[in-house]
């Protein structure tokens, strides 16, 4: 009898510890993407689906790790589309731009009934990430989800005790409508989720995510803003953040009280509970929508170990020491690529916005896909920025050369602002800020998404050309981008193929996803 207890307790022992391990995946691991309704704000709709949640399970693996993730389509609502790609925002995929995910830019999409095997190395990578279908708008209808490289030797090491699953802090914007059913350009969601969770405005109180910590201890918080469009202001109630990483790029420690983050842009925070055992609200508030905290919108709540299960009855205060982007200073390598004077690199190209009251322009041109992926017209010859469809949205870049990128703004030229613009294949040093006109070439930030600002700003980005292959540059606000609002950089074109050898599965990709009939796309 006392073996069988021991079974039966080691058993159960297992089972917990399953249930802990299972919401963190990977690198090696099947992600099933499916329909089924959910309820995260108490209003139940069809959504598209991770592994059966939303947000999508923690996908985790340390720098260098090869992550092999199969994606396997099982989607059956044709309003959200059944087929799909995953892009894995942030990583570098140097040597495998076949696996970065954008539909008709570095691959045709999965059919459903179908699975492809993204694999791919996070060679001298590590930080917060994320990733998202990159098929038209199907990420806002649920497919997205975090993800974290662990560095086992982190030069911040030191200033955390908690660095795990539990301080994953997702935000999103949440709709009751479908993408593809609702405008063409929402103004606000019906709520924001964080961590999963949330409540719309006129709703119920519904179930708010909780997140735990021990007075005394130090959290790494990894917030990632998983948003299709609105950007947010983050704090929580009583708690200093200092940030230490930015779109998975070190930086050195900055104290503040509150952050900005625009769609797709992650930030790692170290937070000292060092207030008293009580509850303390997190607030991220959109820049559209709903843009109060009554009744717990825009909420979630930090607990204490020890205090009541109940919701904080904090104040909120206004911010006086908010994140401003000039202030972030990488910890290694800060200096921008090119010399020191606007316009000093080797390839210099400014990106004239305009819009038609329907699409985006981006230098006269609006972006269509193109129904052979541009990494495909590559492979099969086509060698000149002029020779690659999209006509007028492809640009060549030189290889091993220095590249500076303006995005002016004018009032009219793009309505929506700001716009979060992320660059694929890449980190860039911004030497110059939205909300700024100087230029800094010693040390400015680096990243791979960034704020274009508004009226005045001539927002600036420099990388260097060192990773051949067709890259997206896009607007993260995915109406935008479904509205043209892109471009595709063509990077030492000549040497793609040599580069990049896709798996015999990619190459089948095209041929399965062209045969399908409409009412399955």
Known sequence: MGSFSSLFALTAVCLSLGRLASAAIGPVTDLTITNAD?????????????????????????KGDNFQINVVDQLTN???????TVHWHGLFQKGTNWADGPAFVNQCPIATGNSFLYDFTATDQAGTFWYHSHLSTQYCDGLRGPMVVYDPNDPHADLYDVDDESTVITLADWYHTAAKLGPAFPVGSDAVLINGLGRFSGGN????????????????????SISCDPNFVFSIDGHNMTVIEVDAVNHEPLTVDSIQIFAGQRYSFVLTADQEVDNYWIRA?????????SGGVNSAILRYSGAAEVEPTTELVTSTNPLVETDLVPLENPAAPGDAVVGGVDYALSLNFSFNGSNFFINGATFVPPTVPVLL??????????????SGSVFSLPSNSTIEL?????????????????????TFSVVRSAGSSVYNYANPVQRDVVSTGTAGDNVTIRFKTDNPGPWFLHCHIDFHLEAGFAVV??????EVSSFNTPSTAWSNLCPTYDALDSSDL
């Not at 959504?47 to 399970?57: D, I, K, M, Q, Y």
């Not at 508030?285 to 905290?293: I, K, W, Y």
């Open 38 to 62: 959910i309820s995260p704000d108490g209003y139940t709709r069809a959504a598209v689906l991770a592994n059966g949640v939303f947000p999508g399970p923690l996908i985790t693996g340390n």
């Open 78 to 84: 044709a309003t959200m589309l059944k087929s799909t």
């Open 205 to 224: 109180s519904t179930d708010l995510a909780v997140i735990n910590v021990e007075q005394g201890k130090r959290y790494r918080f990894r917030l990632v």
């Open 285 to 293: 508030l959109p820049n559209a929508g709903t843009v109060s905290f």
């Open 377 to 390: 017209q590559i492979l099969s010859g086509a060698s000149s920025a002029s020779d690659l469809l999209p």
């Open 406 to 426: 303006s995005f002016p703004m004018t009032a009219t030229n793009a309505p929506g602002a700001p716009h979060p613009f992320h660059l694929h294949g890449h």
């Open 489 to 494: 950089f063509s990077e030492d074109t000549s």
